[in-house]
């Protein structure tokens, strides 16, 4: 059952791209529609099946599912770069998420009204296989490339099918998202040169590593670059700004993939990369990062939030402040510092996913994303109301939603860290439950406000249909099933860490229960 | 032996999802669902607590990197008093909100709500540790949420409901930073672990203390209760004042191996004060539901006060013990103020559901006569809150008084003065509804309603008189009975003289201060105390102030401050300057070959110059 006669890993990557060429190549739009399912499916089913038959796997390394192609590049000229695929508990999570809202994503947009579907639907298949292969790679070149692959796309969606400010968004986008990859591949073909491994393969980086660990300056200087190269791709505080714009003018899927998924790979190339290889330059720049995330992210920026009037712009906003808790977590460097931020991710992605979807589906109601010109739109659909309502809780940190495991592990974990840090990131906790529920109610409570009456008489809005309801209770059933059963995901994950930040853990807890640190 | 008590916890969630995914449109089948579900929690609650053993049992809900949360039931007496309460109140609010809410349009969802209520309390009263108290503390407070914007179409709704969730997570916001404290000093936050070893600390408990400020709405977090009255009135019945707010005084008895001298200061004097406070606002409020609101908040501070004034030693056949009275009294008086609060709401409810959605006592008037079953057991509900002898709120407040007259005279002062205060407006609540002729059309027409309605009053009013007695006379949930204080000799007949100087001094001037007519009698004497007592002190006020002028201020000018200065004048001011690098280099780019020429030889030159080191 468990083994399959083919690599699922290759296959969530090559299907959606050998369908995203055939519509390039001039499929007629029916077929193109019919294939897209396929397309999207075929990543999602991978992923499930991943999740679920990881722990039958038999591993490698502690890689599941590992596989090797050769590129022709491997061993010649000494680079040692080659097609190298597998999971391992902190990569499973973000497969199974990347697939998830890739569906999600790619059943949204199927029904869309979007013109020139085609492209459309091509440029979001080329990012999905991108998204799928930046988490199966083990290979440090192809986890760049694979996220270079679905980053262009997401400029070209802004730039075309965005809203009335899409050139200025996707030039500031391209500008920022390239400029945080250049460095952060700077960072990485550093560490690989200083490593004098033969290859850019992570297993074989980690076993160099772990006999010569690299001199302090070195970590210090990489891992600034990686530190500040992810974070503008994770929006650390200053360097967000694109953020809330990119997203408030991206097309929903396009935002859903970006915002859902591919921004968390700043965050994984940190927790699977950055961290364990470069222990010391964690700890020498962690009091930096986890007072930018702190103050900057959460605090300022949740606060930014509150005084937007804009629907897109408080998710885009809500978005940046949960960012901060992932820093956080990071900056941690602990075991359950960073279980809690993997955790995060997917909870995120899901619940940010799944708002974007509604927040496109309230637009085609209200016809604006003023908040102020909304109001009562529950009397006329309760259901998309209950969405929202889900969506905002599991936002917030509902416990019963994934997105309660990350925080509450995070904050957990900060405990041992800073106390203070703590204190202002659950004070957080507070302010996302003003503006998310400001926002609700904004949108859907209370009697209509006259610009939404006046709209309302002329387009009487209906209900979420199925169409826009299967891919938001995909994400929805994925936020629930995690939240009630969140072993299904950190079992492996806790044992992969162990593995991983096993040499340099003096500071972390101990398995027999924290020791006590009080006062 | 702990399969039972995990099939009444996940019943109402599998009945809330069943509704959720396939009752939306069939209201009617929806209430029948969460009733009969309400219905088995409450016979397998009492089943359970009176024959069943006791016990407790966890497994790993997740584990990482050293840190296990587990899913666990810890059932002992406490738990099982708890449990039958919420079994027993829940039951009877089911019941009643199938008459109540029989015409309204959005069944399914209400019921939905009650149903997750009904899990997410059980979640409380079951938990086995800290962790997952606060999971299901939370979710309460999404239930409470959903139930307070039932009638979301009104504003007034919807910001209360918002006011509630919001008001509720300040105070988590200190509980979450009190359990994980406990959870990295103590290595543990198991109920039982934390009994059997714990370090010493005075932070921890008042930080875990704010949970229940705020779920318990005490000062300085009451504020969001009297609004909660904004959803129906069953769930005012059930969650705003039974069960839900009762959670924090709860909470705070599963952890009293925790509390140390000063934080249970602390503890009492907010109780303490909150119970004076909000018997001052109860005298002047006309709305019946908002007298019940701050009843039930004065009351809660009674527990809370209760629980704060800490252990008490007496002597038994020569020997001394010491006791944790201050949990059996304030658990005492939880369990007798389900009963007679929950009967006094749902009483309510059915006068405004007599009178035709009218709350105001003032226009209400004659209905004696015209609902006589709600007038005897209102009145019997009445009887038990101000603590008539023989009823079950005479015995446990007095032997709250009885705490206080102990060890703290100054708290027993103020609950006295209280207990005064709450004779006073609950017979003033009483006199104007029921009393004289009726004030208003909807009044006149008043009716009786159906079996459903009368039923669950009917019963809770036999609780009501009789739920004393299960406390003065222990023989079941002896964990907790056993620790109520109890007044001999002397002690014995000063609690008795003052309980009933209270009562006759409290009833009798509203007896006769107030008489049912259309106005306040107060308001029309003493203007200036009424409005002094209807200002609230102001808390709404001076939060509204303090969001609009303050915290939405500082949101606007941090937000400006980002659009103008981070994305405006470094980020486009950054990318301006490259324009300008640009434009210039642009400028040497003019097209005419000599100009080219001219660079290029002025180019050779600096080359030349570099080349023999001259610069």
């Known amino acids: 059952m468990s083994n399959l006669p083919f690599d699922p890993l290759l296959l969530a990557i090559a299907i959606p791209l050998a369908v995203a060429v055939a519509i390039a190549c001039g499929l007629p739009k029916r077929w193109s529609i019919r294939l897209a399912y396929v397309g999207f499916a075929a990543p999602a089913l991978m992923a499930l099946h991943a999740w679920f038959y990881f722990a039958g796997q038999t591993q490698v390394h502690g890689y599941a599912y590992l596989t090797n192609y050769s590129t022709g590049l491997d061993g010649i000229h000494g680079l040692g770069i080659s097609l190298k695929l597998g999971l391992n508990g902190i990569s499973l999570p973000l497969f199974v998420l990347a697939g998830l809202v890739g569906l999600a994503a790619g059943l949204y947009a199927i029904q869309s009204t979007a013109e020139r579907l085609k492209i459309y639907l091509m440029l979001l298949l080329v990012m999905q296989a991108g998204l799928m292969g930046v988490f199966a790679s083990v290979d440090v070149v192809f986890f760049y490339l694979f996220h270079e692959l679905a980053l262009i796309p997401t400029f070209i969606m802004i730039g075309i099918w965005g809203g009335r400010d899409r050139s200025y968004a996707a030039m500031k986008v391209t500008i920022y998202l390239t400029a945080g990859a250049m460095l952060s591949l700077i960072g990485l073909i550093a560490l690989y040169v200083k490593s004098g491994a033969p290859s850019f393969d992570l297993i074989t980086l980690r076993q160099i590593i772990a006999a010569r660990p690299l001199g302090e300056t070195v970590q210090n200087n990489i891992f600034a670059l990686l530190m500040f190269g992810f974070g503008i791709l994770v929006s650390l505080w200053p360097l ?98 960073a279980g809690g931020v993997v955790l995060l991710m997917v909870a995120h992605g899901l619940s940010v996913a799944l708002l974007f979807l509604l927040a496109t589906s309230i637009f085609h109601r209200t016809h604006t994303f003023e908040l102020t010109e909304m109001g009562g739109l529950a009397q006329k659909t309760p259901v998309l109301a209950a969405f929202f309502v889900a969506a905002t809780f599991a936002s917030i940190g509902l416990p019963g939603f994934a997105n309660f495991w990350g925080e509450l592990t995070i904050f957990v974990a900060l405990w041992q860290y800073s106390h203070c840090l703590t204190v202002i990131a659950i004070s957080g906790v507070v302010i996302s439950a003003v503006y998310g529920l400001r926002a609700a109610a904004k949108v859907f409570f209370g009697p209509p406000t006259e610009a939404f009456a006046r709209v309302a008489a002329q387009h009487p809005p209906s209900d979420l249909n199925w169409r826009e309801k299967v891919p938001a209770l995909i994400l929805l059933a994925a936020l629930l099933f995690i939240g009630f059963w969140p072993k299904s995901l950190s079992t492996s994950l806790d044992a992969t860490l162990h593995a991983v930040y096993a040499a340099p853990t003096s500071a972390g807890p101990t398995a027999g229960g924290p020791a006590v640190s009080g006062k | 032996m702990l399969q039972p008590a995990i099939l009444i916890l996940l019943l109402p969630l599998l009945s809330a999802a069943v509704i959720a995914l396939f009752l939306r449109r069939q209201g009617g089948i929806a209430a029948i669902v969460s009733t009969l579900t309400a219905a088995s929690i409450a016979a397998m609650a009492l089943i359970l607590a009176l024959h069943g053993g006791r016990g ?48 309204d349009g959005a069944k399914a969802r209400y019921f939905g709500g009650l149903s997750i209520f009904m899990f997410s309390m059980i979640g409380i009263v079951l938990a086995d540790n800290l962790f997952m108290i606060f999971i299901f503390w939370e979710l309460v407070g999404f239930s409470s949420y959903v139930l307070i914007n039932h009638w979301h179409e009104k504003t007034s709704a919807s910001d209360a409901a918002k006011k509630a969730f919001i008001t509720n997570r300040v105070g988590d916001f200190g509980f979450l930073i009190g359990i994980i404290w406990c959870y990295w000093a103590n290595g543990t936050v198991n109920l039982t672990q934390l009994g059997e070893h714990h370090v010493f600390s005075t932070a921890i408990p008042l930080l875990l203390f704010c949970g229940a400020v705020g779920k318990s709405a005490q000062l300085p977090l009451q504020v969001w209760l009297p609004d909660a009255m904004e959803g129906p009135t069953p769930v005012s019945a059930l969650i705003h004042a039974a069960t839900m707010v009762a959670a924090g005084i709860y909470m705070l008895c599963r952890i009293h191996v925790l509390m140390v001298p000063d934080a249970l200061t602390v503890i009492m004097w907010t109780g303490a004060a909150t119970a004076l406070y909000a018997a001052c606002c109860a005298i002047v409020q006309s709305d019946i539901k908002k007298v019940l609101a701050y009843s039930t908040l004065s009351q809660l501070g009674y527990m809370v006060a209760a629980f704060g004034l800490g252990s008490l030693a007496t002597e038994e056949n020569g020997i001394k013990v010491v006791i944790a009275a201050g949990v059996g009294a304030a658990m005492f008086h939880l369990t007798t103020h389900a009963f007679f609060k929950a009967l006094l709401f749902l009483g309510s409810g059915s006068v405004i559901h007599g009178c035709h959605h009218e709350q105001n006592i003032f226009k209400m008037g004659g209905l004696r006569t015209k609902m006589p079953l709600t007038f005897w057991t209102f009145t019997l509900g009445v009887a038990a809150i101000i603590g008539l002898p023989g009823l079950a709120g005479f015995f446990s407040k007095d032997a709250i008084l009885y ?17 005064v205060l709450t004779a006073l407006y609950m017979t003033r609540v009483w006199r104007i509804t029921f009393f004289g002729a009726a004030r208003s059309e909807s009044a006149a027409h008043a009716h009786e309603g159906g079996l459903t309605l009368t039923l669950p009053l009917i019963v809770l009013a036999v609780l009501a008189v009789i739920g004393g007695y299960v406390g003065i006379y222990p023989k079941v949930f002896t964990g907790v009975f056993e620790l109520i204080p109890e007044a001999h000799g002397s002690d014995h007949t000063t609690i008795l003289i003052t309980s009933l100087v209270v009562l006759i001094l409290g009833a009798g001037s509203a007896l006769l201060f107030y008489k049912p007519s259309a106005t306040d009698a107060l308001e029309e004497r003493s203007p200036g105390l009424f409005r002094l007592l209807a200002s609230k002190l102001w808390f709404d006020e001076i939060y509204q102030w303090y969001i609009d002028k303050v915290q939405q201020r500082f949101a606007l000018l941090l937000n400006f401050l980002e659009q103008i200065f981070l994305a405006g004048f470094i980020v486009r001011g950054g990318a301006g300057l490259v324009g300008l690098f640009g434009l210039g280099a642009r400028a040497l780019h003019v097209g005419k070959l000599n100009v080219y020429l001219y660079w290029f030889l002025a180019g050779v030159v600096v080359l030349w110059l570099f080349a023999t080191g001259v610069l």
């Open chain 2, 403 to 419: 705490l206080a007259f102990a060890n703290n005279k100054a708290v027993f002062a103020v609950l006295a003065f209280t207990a």
């Open chain 2, 56 to 103: 407790e049992d966890q497994v790993d809900w997740l584990t990482l990197g050293g840190f296990t949360l587990s899913l666990g039931v810890k059932f002992d007496d406490l738990a099982a008093l708890m449990l039958v309460i919420v079994g027993i109140v829940g039951l009877c609010v089911h019941v009643f909100s199938l008459g109540y809410m029989h015409d």
């Open chain 1, 240 to 337: 967000h700004t694109w953020a809330p714009l990119g997203y408030g003018q991206a097309p929903s899927s396009a935002a859903m993939l970006h915002a859902g998924v591919l921004k968390k790979f700043g965050l994984y190339g940190l927790i699977q990369i950055a961290l364990p290889l470069l222990p010391h330059g964690a700890a020498h720049w962690s009091h930096t990062l986890a007072a930018l995330a702190a103050v900057g992210n959460v605090l300022i920026v949740g606060f930014i939030t509150l005084a937007q009037r804009d629907l897109k712009q408080v998710i885009g906003y809500s978005s940046v402040m949960h960012m901060g808790y992932a820093f956080l977590g990071i900056a941690c460097y602990s075991v359950l510092g």
